[in-house]
């Protein structure tokens, strides 16, 4: 399956007849997501309504950790089998899932002012997600530091590889060391602790959030796959 | 919009986190999806030119 779909022009083809769907998945996700967010769900007992950016900022989060984890996973394929594919895929995940890293930093510390009375602590927590978001930054810089932006592909890859190894402190953190961060209401051994009310509006945003995403890097793969389709008419002297 | 409008202090910490995700998201769009035609029809227009020569 992983060989069917690694061939360049199947993945366009494929991707292309996705794009439409996608974006029309998109658009009524985040209507339906806002809806039932900001005017449908309960204010928290404790948060008042500032609960509210809980639907973007923990969609952002789980979003930050699974980019990076395809990242990992991408540039693993591409140092063992060194498929062009996955190199491509790597460098389009790794813009957006900073993004949604500084995003999750962002709302997180507009979360951060009114219930604990500060736009940051270095908690372990949030100090590990800054060092997800330094991880992406890093991976980018790596990837571009070369005159001929493939020979930057194989040390940005061991950088990602080699970075794989915060994502348990992200997740786990929360656990390991007594933190200011609330721990985890979804994914814990002893079920979900969050009311339906609000996890109704929290998965619709992170289905939109996930969607969103790979729309996105379907965008940003076929622009890369072209442009390096140029490079190689540029080499072969027909340009 | 009543249950934002009429609640406590937190509005401006709701709008603000909103307002800056959804600018960003859909800056990101924009920027890629402008990408995205702009490498695919300048890719077309290379190989009208090569198969014209």
Same mark, same amino acid.
């Given at each position: 399956? =992983? ?14 007849? @996705? ?9 009524? @996700? ?42 990992? =996973? ?60 330094? @991880? ?10 070369? $005159?001929?932006? $493939? ?28 933190? @200011?961060?609330?721990?985890?209401? =979804? ?30 890097? =379907? ?7 072209? $442009? ?12 | ?53």
């Amino acid at each position: 399956m =992983i060989d069917y779909f690694a061939n360049p022009s199947r993945f366009v083809r494929i991707t292309n007849i @996705l794009v439409p769907w996608l974006i029309v998945a998109v658009g009524m @996700l985040f209507i339906l997501g806002l809806y039932l967010g900001l005017l449908k769900s309960p204010d928290d007992v404790v948060q008042g309504s500032a609960v509210r950016i809980m639907y973007v900022h923990v969609p952002s989060a789980w979003l930050s950790i699974f980019s990076y984890l395809l990242l990992a =996973i991408c540039s693993l394929f591409f140092i063992v089998w060194r498929h062009p594919l996955a190199d491509i895929l790597s460098r389009s995940i790794a813009p957006v899932g900073a993004l949604f890293s500084l995003l999750t930093l962002l709302t997180g510390s507009i979360w951060g002012k009114p219930m604990w009375g500060t736009w940051w602590v270095w908690d372990a927590r949030l100090t590990s997600m800054l060092i997800l978001f330094l @991880l992406f930054m890093g991976y980018i810089a790596l990837s571009n530091a070369f $005159e001929k932006s $493939e020979r930057g592909s194989r040390p940005a890859a061991l950088l990602a590889i080699a970075g794989s190894i915060n994502l348990p402190v992200v997740k786990f953190s929360v656990d390991w060391w007594s933190t @200011l961060h609330q721990p985890a209401s =979804i994914m814990r051994t002893g079920g979900i602790s969050i009311d339906s009310s609000m996890l109704l509006p929290l998965v619709i945003m992170f289905l939109a959030f996930q969607l969103f995403f790979i729309l996105i890097i =379907i965008f940003r793969s076929h622009s890369i796959l072209i $442009e390096r389709k140029i490079q190689h008419l540029k080499v072969m002297g027909k340009l | 919009m009543e249950t934002v409008f009429n609640n406590n202090n937190y509005d401006f910490f709701i709008y603000l986190s909103y307002i800056v995700t959804f600018s960003s998201l859909i800056f990101l769009f924009i920027f890629s999806y402008l990408k995205y035609l702009i490498s695919k029809k300048l890719y077309s227009a290379i190989l009208e030119k090569n198969n014209d020569t």
